[in-house]
C-alpha cells in the first residue's frame, strides 16, 4: 500500500509557471508507474500524464504535451509535475496517482492510489 501526497498547487497568472510535487510513503515508490489526472468542477478526471517506474520515459495528454513535464526521483520517493505556460483552462485540482501499468496509465482506473489533490487556480 502506498499513501501519496501532493503540494505545490496555488493562483497563478496566466503564462506563469508552476511545480507540483507528489510524495509517497508506505510501499516500494519505484515499483509504480505514476500519473497525474486533474479535475475542474462539473467534469470528468482528465490524464496529464504518466511516467514509467526507472523514469526512463512519459507519455502526456495531447493537450498538455510540450507544457508538462512529468519526472520522478525514486530516491525521495517523489513525483513531479512542471507545468510551464499555464492557461486559465488548466485550473483544476491535480491528483497524483500509482498504479501497475504504463501503457494502460492514461486510464483513471489503472490506478490504485490516490492522493487527496491540489488546487491549481490560474487567473487571466
Known amino acids: 500500500q502506498v499513501q501519496l501526497v501532493e503540494a505545490g498547487g496555488g493562483l497563478v497568472q496566466t503564462g506563469d509557471s508552476l511545480r507540483l510535487s507528489c510524495a509517497a510513503s508506505?510501499?516500494?515508490?519505484?515499483?509504480?508507474?505514476m500519473g497525474w489526472f486533474r479535475q475542474a468542477p462539473g467534469k470528468e478526471r482528465e490524464f496529464m500524464g504518466a511516467?514509467?517506474?526507472?523514469?526512463?520515459?512519459?507519455r502526456y495528454a495531447d493537450s498538455v504535451k510540450g507544457r508538462f513535464t512529468i519526472s520522478r526521483d525514486n530516491a525521495k520517493n517523489t513525483v513531479y509535475l512542471q507545468m510551464n505556460s499555464l492557461k486559465p483552462e488548466d485550473t483544476a485540482t491535480y491528483y497524483c496517482?500509482?498504479?501497475?501499468?504504463?501503457?494502460?496509465?492514461?486510464?483513471?482506473?489503472?490506478?490504485?492510489?490516490w492522493g487527496q489533490g491540489t488546487q491549481v487556480t490560474v487567473s487571466s
Open positions: 508506505g510501499s516500494t515508490f519505484s515499483s509504480y508507474v
Open positions: 496517482a500509482a498504479g501497475s501499468s504504463y501503457n494502460s496509465g492514461y486510464r483513471a482506473s489503472a490506478y490504485t492510489y
Open positions: 511516467i514509467m517506474r526507472s523514469g526512463g520515459s512519459a
